[in-house]
C-alpha cells in the first residue's frame, strides 16, 4: 500500500510517521481526526478501513486507536517479513493443535477433549477445576492455566469473590462477530489465493486447492469470504448469506458465473473476538490471578494486541514465563 502511487506522500507519512504519535491516547478514531489530518477518502477507504477491519475487527469509527498503534509498530517498525501477509498451507490444526498435542503427549501429559470446565472450586489460596468428561471430574494442580475465551472465563470466574473484579472486566470486553461463507464450485474462478475486496461487504477472499468431491469424485473448488465486524450479518439466514457472497464473488470474479456452485456452508462465530474498542486495555487481565496457582491465557487478555492468533501466541509466551517463574 505504501507505494501505490494513489495515496499521495502526505498521506503515507501521515500513516507512517509523526501522525501515528497521537494514536497512542486511547482515543476512537473519529471522522474528524481523519479530516482534521487531511488524511484523503482514498487513503481511509484503501488502506485504513480494510487494515483496522481486518486487525481490530471493528471499524475505524469504534476501534481503538492504542491497538492500531500496535498494529501499525508491527506492520511498519519491525522486519520486512513481519509485515508479509502469510498463507498457511496446512491448516490450522496442522499447524498449531497437532504439534502442541504432540509436545504435551511426549512428555508424559494427556490431552482430554470434550471435557469442558464447568466450575472453580477455591481453597485458601488455591484453587482446583472442575471438568466435566462424561462425569464431573475434579482436578487439581500445582499451576493450572485457564485458556478459555474471555466470556467462558467471566461465566466460570464470577461466583468467587477473589476474581469477581477480574470477571467483569473480561464480561465488559464484549465482542464483535465474524461471518465466514465458504461455496464450492465446479471449476476455479479466481486466480489468486487470496484477494481483499474493497467496496464490498466480503472483505477478504480466499481460494482454496481443489478437493474430491465425495459423492462423485470430481474434483471441487471452494472459496472463502471473511465478513469481519458482521454485525448486520449475523441475524441474517445462512442461504441468504451464501447467495449474497455469491453475487458479489461474481461481481469480482465473473469466470463464478459459468460455474455450477456445488456446496456452501456459512460458519457464523457471534463472539469470534473480544471488541477492541477504546478503554480494553484496562479491562484486559495479565496471566496472574488472586489464585497463586490460577493462570490466564488467551487472545483477550493484556497482549498490546487486537485479538488474533498473534496475540494468543504472545499471551502463551507470557504465560509460559509467569508460570516457569511460579515454578521456582
Ligand atoms: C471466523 C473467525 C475468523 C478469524 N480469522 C482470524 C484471522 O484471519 N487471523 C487471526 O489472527 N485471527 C483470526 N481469528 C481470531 C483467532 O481465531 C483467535 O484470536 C484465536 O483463535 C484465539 O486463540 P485462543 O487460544 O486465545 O482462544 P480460542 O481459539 O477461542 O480457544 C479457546 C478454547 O477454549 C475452549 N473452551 C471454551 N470453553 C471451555 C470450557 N468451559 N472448558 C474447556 N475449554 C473451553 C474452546 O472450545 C476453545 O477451543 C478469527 C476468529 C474467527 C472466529
Known amino acids: 500500500m505504501l507505494i501505490h502511487s494513489g495515496f499521495g506522500m502526505h498521506n503515507k507519512l501521515l500513516v507512517i510517521s509523526h501522525e501515528v504519535s497521537i494514536l497512542l491516547n486511547p482515543i476512537l478514531v473519529k471522522p474528524e481526526w481523519l479530516k482534521k489530518h487531511r488524511i484523503s477518502e482514498n487513503a481511509r477507504n484503501l488502506f485504513l478501513e480494510p487494515l483496522i477491519l481486518a486487525t481490530l475487527n471493528l471499524p475505524s469509527d469504534q476501534g481503538s486507536a492504542l491497538l492500531l498503534a500496535s498494529v501499525l509498530n508491527k506492520l511498519f517498525a519491525g522486519r520486512r517479513r513481519d509485515a508479509l501477509p502469510m498463507l498457511p498451507r496446512a491448516t490450522l490444526h496442522d499447524l498449531f493443535v497437532a504439534p502442541a498435542v504432540a509436545a504435551v503427549e511426549s512428555n508424559g501429559g494427556q490431552v482430554l477433549c470434550r471435557a469442558a470446565v464447568v466450575d472453580l472450586e477455591p481453597e485458601d489460596k488455591r484453587v482446583a477445576i472442575a471438568f466435566k468428561n462424561g462425569e464431573h471430574v475434579r482436578f487439581d494442580a500445582d499451576l493450572i ?11 466460570l470466574a464470577k461466583a468467587h469473590v477473589e476474581l469477581r473484579d477480574t470477571a467483569d472486566r473480561a464480561a465488559e470486553l464484549s465482542s464483535s462477530p465474524i461471518v465466514d461463507v465458504s461455496l464450492w464450485f465446479d471449476r476455479p474462478i479466481m486466480p489468486y489465493r487470496f484477494a481483499g475486496l474493497l467496496g464490498s461487504p466480503l472483505q477478504w477472499i480466499f481460494s482454496h486447492p481443489s478437493e474430491p468431491n465425495r459423492s462423485t469424485g470430481e474434483n471441487r473448488y471452494r472459496v472463502s469470504a471473511v465478513i469481519s465486524h458482521a454485525k ?18 461474481e461481481r469480482f470474479f465473473p469466470a463464478a458465473k459459468e460455474a455450477r456452485q456445488v456446496d456452501q456452508l456459512v460458519i457464523k462465530a457471534r463472539r469470534a473476538t473480544i471488541s477492541a474498542r477504546p478503554g480494553q486495555k484496562g479491562l484486559r487481565p495479565g496471566p496472574r490471578t488472586a489464585f497463586g496457582n490460577l493462570f490466564l491465557a488467551g ?29 521456582g
Open 145 to 155: 492455566v485457564l485458556a478459555v475465551p474471555a466470556w467462558r472465563f467471566s461465566k
Open 299 to 327: 487472545d483477550w487478555t493484556d497482549t498490546d494486541l487486537p485479538a488474533t492468533i498473534e496475540s494468543a501466541i504472545a499471551s502463551g509466551s507470557t504465560v509460559a514465563r509467569a508460570v516457569t517463574e511460579a515454578a
Open 232 to 249: 448486520s450479518e449475523i441475524g441474517c439466514r445462512n442461504d441468504e448469506l451464501a447467495r449474497r457472497a455469491r453475487t458479489e464473488i
